[in-house]
């Protein structure tokens, strides 16, 4: 008769090295994509050739919504394994349940208005200035997490959102930073004119905007459990109405004057590619990453967009400016770090 230490063991090394394979592939793939997100979004929109007119931001917006819905309907068809299953799942969750797409219409609109607005605030801020006054977005989330959601935060996390309120300040006081112009009138590229207090506005009323989607999603998701493709799709209809909407009623005319890819290079199409599929991406590996790699993450990538803003863009940070980001990253640690089970 086998006992139990005759029976196959299962490889507690393997499985401890697999989960730790995929927790720094999740590290990586964080760090990537809101580093290259924010440094290229930026380099996309203040440097052209001579001669090259600037990409329209709604048209970008438009097409990572189209590129992301028809992505998750792929990855839905892969999850249902069947043709059938597929188009069953469709009709039940797109026709038969339309009214919960209706529910998706506030987050997706404001979804919509966040991502217009990173154009906005990535072509008037630096893009080490933009990542940290993002930040904004983590007090912005646990306000209305307490006002939407019922939720209770601690006091240590009070003092970290208020750590993120001080480092902020100083990151967007006046003179906190130098950027140098282009070193001769030769140069290939042409930087365009930046206002940084629309920048400002732009990326607080993102932070806003995002926090209460995000809160409001998490809202509708906790009443049943349907596949993350099923969602994001039932997100991306009205999105792509929005989207839509607001490319036609603001750049209307240059569009029907210049077309939908005046100013588009091959630049262009890896933002918009970015943008729509970084998200998705995040969404997948984050589950596999705890808060405190999250947060790691975001500081690494704030130190990796500094380092490249300095070559690439001529930015130096103030003594100040370097303050205020230590402190933001401080905050992100703080309030991503487990409770005390008392």
């Known amino acids: 008769m086998k006992t139990a230490l005759d ?28 580093s290259s997100l924010v440094l290229l979004l930026r380099y996309s929109r203040i440097m052209q050739q001579p001669g090259q007119p600037l990409y329209i931001a709604s048209t970008a917006v438009f097409f990572a919504e189209i590129i992301k819905f028809f992505v998750c309907f792929y990855f839905l068809y892969r ?18 349940n339309f009214s919960d797409i209706y529910k998706m219409v506030i987050p997706s609109g404001l979804y919509a208005i966040q991502n217009n607005l990173l154009f906005v605030a990535l072509s008037n801020l630096e893009a080490t200035t933009f990542q940290i006054t993002y930040q904004m977005k983590i007090l912005t989330t646990a306000l209305f997490s307490v006002v939407l959601l019922g939720k209770r935060l601690s006091r240590g996390k009070w003092v970290s959102l208020i750590l993120l309120m001080i480092g902020v300040i100083l990151v967007q006081l006046p003179a906190s930073t130098k950027v140098a112009t282009p070193a001769t009138d030769e140069d290939t590229n042409l930087m365009t004119a930046q206002t940084p207090l629309i920048g400002l506005i732009a990326v607080i009323t993102a932070c806003l905007s995002s926090g209460f989607a995000g809160c409001y999603f998490e809202k509708m998701l906790k009443r049943n459990a349907t596949s993350m493709w099923v969602r994001n799709i039932q997100l991306g209809i009205p999105g ?12 209307g005319m240059a569009i029907s004057t210049d077309g939908f890819f005046q100013g588009y290079d091959f630049l262009t199409w890896i933002v918009v590619l970015n943008q729509a599929l970084g998200g ?26 500094s380092v490249v803003s300095f070559y690439l863009f001529n930015f130096y940070p103030s003594p100040q400016f370097a303050l205020g980001a230590l402190i933001v990253i401080t905050s992100t640690f703080l309030y991503g770090r487990p409770e005390r089970v008392q």
């Open 79 to 96: 999850e249902s394994g069947k043709w059938s299953i597929f188009m069953s799942t469709v009709n039940e969750e797109f026709v038969e």
């Open 240 to 251: 792509t109405l929005f989207s839509l909407i607001a490319m036609l009623f603001n750049d």
């Open 280 to 305: 998705l991406l995040v969404a997948v590996v984050v589950k596999y990453a705890d808060n405190i790699l999250k947060g790691f993450a975001t500081s690494l990538s704030i130190i990796i967009s």
């Open 7 to 34: 029976l196959p063991q299962p490889n507690t090394t393997k499985t401890k090295s697999d989960e730790k394979f995929r927790k720094y592939l999740s590290l990586c793939t964080l760090v990537v994509q809101n």
